[in-house]
């Protein structure tokens, strides 16, 4: 009974998170209303913005880890070597920190940016898997909450037709800006190619490179070429 009049009176779990995430959508939805009066070309060149903007913040962080791990190899004392080792691994850790405070700012922008690159591509021909297939998706509100609940690393659960190959490119194009590669797994291989190349339209025009693993041979420059 007192868990009952709590969940009346605080809501759900559920509607508490959605709560918590709706000023982020809200804000997408101010930039979404800016970048649809922007030209194509003013709206691919928001990923090289974005990485300019993380370049800026992080530049001298990842310079220094990497100056230290040329002169580590360089160093023969093996107390040295341990104590720079330490240093790298605090170096990497604030590197990281910074990246994501970045990326959080920038989430906002960035799911707005795919969500108008998405609109402008409608009923534009993609081919996948040998089929032309119309592009006729842009990410309802909902959609922009899963993918705002995937970039804080948290699980989303959704049923079969509500859009997670799209809810994933948003996601999946943030973590690409600072230009370390984004990975989506999946158990299913045709999945992994259709995929691939259906979503691949949106990050292609946004600027960004799509690989496929199972469409590489193992240990191969093109495999090594889309890990990365």
């Known amino acids: 009974m007192i868990k009952q009049l709590v969940t009346n009176v605080l809501g759900s779990k559920f509607e508490r998170d959605v709560r918590n995430i709706q000023p982020i959508v809200d804000e997408i939805l101010h930039h979404e209303t800016v970048l649809k009066d922007v030209s194509e070309e003013q709206l691919q060149a928001q990923t090289e913005k974005f990485r300019s903007l993380i370049r800026e913040k992080t530049q001298a962080l990842a310079d220094e880890i990497a100056e230290l791990k ?6 023969e004392e093996s107390s040295e070597r341990e104590r720079m080792a ?4 605090q170096l990497e850790k604030e590197l990281q920190e910074t990246t994501q405070a970045l990326l959080d700012e920038l989430l906002p922008e960035a799911y707005a940016t795919v969500r108008e ?3 402008r591509l409608l009923g534009r021909e993609v081919l996948v898997r040998g089929h032309e297939l119309q592009w006729d998706m842009v990410p309802y509100d909902v959609q ?3 993918g705002i609940v995937l970039h804080q690393g948290k699980i989303a659960e959704m049923a079969t037709g509500e859009g ?25 291989d045709y999945l992994a190619r ?19 693993i199972d469409e590489t041979e193992p240990s191969s420059a093109e495999r090594r070429a889309a890990y990365e």
């Open 117 to 119: 690159v998405c609109r």
């Open 86 to 89: 330490l240093n790298i691994g």
């Open 194 to 212: 259709r995929d691939s190349e259906w979503m691949g339209l949106v990050f292609e025009y946004l600027g960004l490179t799509v690989g496929c």
């Open 70 to 75: 040329e002169t580590k190899k360089r160093t």
């Open 144 to 146: 922009l909450i899963g």
């Open 164 to 188: 997670k190959t799209l809810v994933a490119t948003l996601p999946l194009y943030l973590n690409a800006l600072p230009g370390r590669g984004a990975h989506l797994v999946t158990v299913n």
